[in-house]
């Protein structure tokens, strides 16, 4: 059994919007955060990775909502490494109050790229032993993301500070574009409950991207109506990431 | 005399760019912080100053750059309200890294302004006086900004999250747009030395922005050549913001 790595965090102002709710980008930059302190405690960081040739990224998300982190709380992020297969790695990342309420559960999908070709290149047992998570053969199936069917669009450029050390667009600067298009009016009336986004293509520094979105109404198991917008993050014809995020209005 | 006000803080991945040097969103935000953080210790935080109706703006940085922060440095970030005029508080930052050294010097300017009509308002006593900083007549000159010549323009659409609670754009999100237009090559081959910022109108949600820039080539104290890059925030014909920052080729 895989052992729980936790960190503090406290949430400060740079990393709310608004109304002094913590951002999406600013949440999972603070959740892989803290995998980045478990690996480092592993000695299983950047470096070791990198020494092979290697660089995690990170190819799914699915987040459930009890109410998104603010400002000035002090939270606890735990994470684990559930289990792996031969080219992914399953963790999740609970983000939790100072009373111990779970805010946000996160299950992440990670895998390893080869930095030279970079192609998908399968988990050597010396990255992932130290985490003691279980080894299955079976590949784990998300729930299917829904695609945007008449959709608006809005047209973002690549920034510099957009590019990790990867060298293409960090994760979590996707959440901008899906977030942005959905305006100030919608994200003021309206609170998540959860998110599906999976990324399929690596998007580099310099190019437009295009955020495309429409919503259509849901009704959950207990008969509460809810909104999901579905988005697709597209480069030219090439779509590089999907999302679905399930909201209900405040 | 007043007194300093230090907070530890760690460099962590996502306030960093692709080198793994500390953004100058991010350092700017994290010494705000260091602000906040003594003005809650003093009873003088955000609610206090809300319920006169009064917000802080900051009008002015000014930084003396030995070297940026980077990934991973435990760094002490100390600051100290050193006077105030009738309009005018003057704050200095220290950053330094964890043997002490002093990376970073910001001065920065902040001001008054009342919630309602949006307009500067007078330091009231009962705001300033637990900072214990000098009561003076005289208004601080800063080093003249000079003006783009012949520049070539980036346009930028002001996002949901670039607002903060004030509803407008967070002075640390200019540094992005002055940033960005500079490039990734010559962001990675050249070091700020120095910076100099006025922001003159608040920029709201909803328009774009122009970053306009220029460079010029000029000689220190020292005889060493550097570059001085001249930046102009517009929206529309006014100008919002401008800024002189100065680079030395690595």
New interface residues.
């Given amino acids: 059994m895989a052992v729980k790595f936790s960190t503090q965090h406290e949430v400060?102002?740079?990393e709310?919007?608004?109304?002094?709710r913590m951002?999406f980008?600013a949440m999972i930059?603070a959740a892989?955060?803290t995998s980045?302190d478990q690996s480092e405690a592993l000695n299983r960081g950047t470096d070791f990775v990198n020494k092979l040739g290697l660089t995690w990224i990170l190819t799914n998300y699915q987040l459930q909502i009890t109410r998104m982190p603010r400002v000035g709380e002090k939270l606890t992020i735990s994470t684990m490494a559930m289990e792996y297969n031969k080219y992914f790695c399953y963790r999740h990342f609970w983000i939790a109050d100072a009373q111990g309420n779970q805010l946000v559960l996160i299950e992440s999908v990670f895998a390893l790229m080869n930095i030279e070709n970079r192609k998908m290149a399968s988990v050597p047992e010396a990255v992932i032993a130290p985490y003691e998570s279980e080894k299955v053969t079976r590949i784990r199936r998300y729930p299917k993301i829904e695609k945007v069917v008449a959709g608006q669009s809005?047209f973002?450029?690549v920034?510099?500070?957009d590019?990790?050390?990867n060298?293409h667009v960090?994760n979590?600067v996707y959440f901008?574009w899906l977030?942005?298009v959905?305006?100030?009016d919608f994200?003021t009336s309206h609170e998540p409950v959860s998110a599906l986004i999976r990324y399929d293509k690596e998007i580099e520094?310099?190019v437009q991207v295009e955020s495309r979105y429409d919503q259509v109404p849901i009704t959950n198991e207990n008969g509460e109506a809810l909104i999901t917008t579905r988005h697709e993050i597209r480069v030219g014809a090439a779509v590089c990431c999907e999302a679905n995020i399930t909201w209900r209005k405040k």
């Fill in positions: 400060v102002y740079y709310c919007d608004f109304n002094g951002t980008p930059a892989i955060k980045e809005q973002y450029q920034r510099v500070y590019i990790d050390s060298h960090n979590a901008n977030l942005d959905l305006g100030m994200l520094y310099g």
